[in-house]
């Protein structure tokens, strides 16, 4: 038998599949635009030498490609055995002399690879920075072992909960909250150690927490951008400093810091992949569970779906909306799922702004939050409208929906209907909240006065409900298009998130040079020639409505976009080819 053979298959395959070959030329063309975008940038700041521009281009570069290690994986792989236990295929693997090892190299293989040239491709456009100065090649060098080391980490991760898990998007939600967890949880306990333990137990607490922080791939990523992140301090002893490398472990320090955090999360992944095939290998020998394990089984079920009286009320309830309704939202706990959200993020920044004050104020810490929570409910959405479509699709069971007298228009409004039901009164009580807080505690800043951040906040509350209302439409028909909720989600993400961005980047001069005119007659028409404003003021002012008519362009932009990409083409294609898409004998294999 050949040493690994599913991964020879997999191999002979992926060597024959176009999307091998496209995914470098689209990876090298879009890392091209962002550094065209970051130098010309750079270049109208005119204060920046060759080697400051290649520094930041390079920071700005490791920090895009990190993030894509890290997700990559989660939207890849995170389906890739859960789907195999759907189709009862698993078991037949074992049928032959597979090991369950063999299947799981096999799958990550089949699923890495084309992440691995796509991050492979990015190297050169990352290197092209030590050309331009300010960056060393060794500097160069261990930023790509810190991306290889995170995709595979990445894709660890997704294979382990895909092991354990049956359900799609249930798979593609745990492997996003175990990533954060492992990338953002080691600092969440290294901050509780080193403020709760800094005066009961100083030693423990020094020597524990570099154990945590080196779980996390971002701090050997800081290590070699370094600076981003600042030096633990306990009771007066430095316990890491992320610019150095520098990690004292509680005995003496070390300088090894560097490769002990490539080091721990490497081996985690190793312990993850190896668990992996534990999990499937026990999972088909039909080891039986105990009674304990049972009984928990029986009561998580009793507790998602209720027992008795209750699900009948909580049926009928539903039945009452749509049907199609009932069959999105039979868990009960659906309900709340959207406010546990809304009050953790209201939890957190209370908890915050207690424990730092105004800095949870100013309007750059909450810009960003807002934003990551409002594309969080964004791909929230889109998954819940192409779960069902997607699953249904792929099993042919929505052939059978189609039958009934509820129509393709029925079908879609009853998954409207279930997320208007989920998420209409959280999303007024964030937004709510997110009025009150912008036009009371918010503080001053100097990079971006008052004025102009509540505007812009307000703007991305606009754009929350706008694009919430319309990406259901495009979710729907990728899912009708592709049967898979992951691919259906991210081109969900694509068209209707990072479409809209790049148009804005592109047309921004051209928006500019027309807003121009406007804002230099208000400016002459509000300080004459004799004003005893000074000059400085005036090119304040001038800056500042210049920035208003960018947030006006990326509202009109943004409605624009989702009038007619989601509520014009999506709405007609889902609506016109529904039924046409659903009665095909198969799914339409995507040339991905």
Known sequence: MKFLPIVSRELQLAARRPSTYRIRVVTVLLSVSVCAYLLFRFASLGTMGAGVQGARLFNSLAVIAFIFSSLAGVFVCSDSLSREKRDGTLGLLFLTPLRPMDVVFGKFFAFGLNLFYGLLAFVPILAMTWQMGGVREGTVVMTVLVLVNTLFLSICIALFVSSISKDERKA???SI??????????????????????????????????????????????????????????????????????????????????????????????????????????????TPKSRFRENIRIKWHYFLYGKGDQRRKHRQWLLDHHPMTWMVM?????????????????FIWVFGYMANGEVMAEPPVLISLGLFVHFFLKLWVASEAASVIAEDRRTGALELVVTTPLGARGIVNGIFKASLLQFWKPV???????????????????????????????????????????????????ALKTGSTHKAIGRSVVWMLAVPWIVYLL???????????????????????????????????????????????????????????????MRGNVLGQFQTMVSESGIQKSKD
């Open 172 to 174: 593609l939600w745990a």
């Open 177 to 286: 909250g175990s990533v954060l967890l492992v990338f953002i949880g080691p600092f969440v306990i290294a901050g509780y150690l080193a403020n709760n333990n800094a005066y009961s137990q100083p030693g423990l607490a020094v020597l524990l927490t570099p154990f945590f922080l080196m779980l996390s791939p971002m701090v050997s990523l800081d290590m070699v951008i370094g600076g981003v992140l600042k030096s633990i301090t306990i009771s007066n002893v430095q316990v890491i400093n992320f610019s150095t490398g520098h990690f004292r472990l509680g005995l003496g320090p070390v300088d090894l810091g560097f490769v002990l955090s490539l080091f721990v999360p490497h081996m985690l992944a190793w312990v993850l992949l190896f668990r992996s095939g534990r999990v499937i290998g026990g999972t088909i020998s039909g």
């Open 330 to 346: 039979r868990e009960k706990l659906k309900l709340k799922y959207a406010w546990t959200l809304v009050v953790a993020v209201v």
């Open 428 to 478: 007024c009580l964030l937004i709510a909240a997110e009025l009150m807080l912008v036009f009371t505690l918010a503080a001053p800043d100097r990079q971006l006065n008052l004025p102009l951040a509540r505007s812009a906040y307000v703007a991305s509350m606009l754009m929350l409900v706008v694009d919430m209302a319309s990406i259901g439409w495009v979710a729907i028909w990728y």
């Open 507 to 569: 047309a921004r001069p051209i928006w500019d040079y027309l807003w121009f005119p406007l804002v230099q007659w208000w400016v002459e028409d509000s300080f004459p020639a004799g004003s005893s404003q000074p000059r400085s003021y005036h090119s304040r002012a001038f800056d500042e409505q210049m920035m208003y008519g960018r947030v006006v362009f990326w509202c009109l932009l943004g409605i624009g976009w989702n009038y007619w990409f989601a509520w014009k083409r």
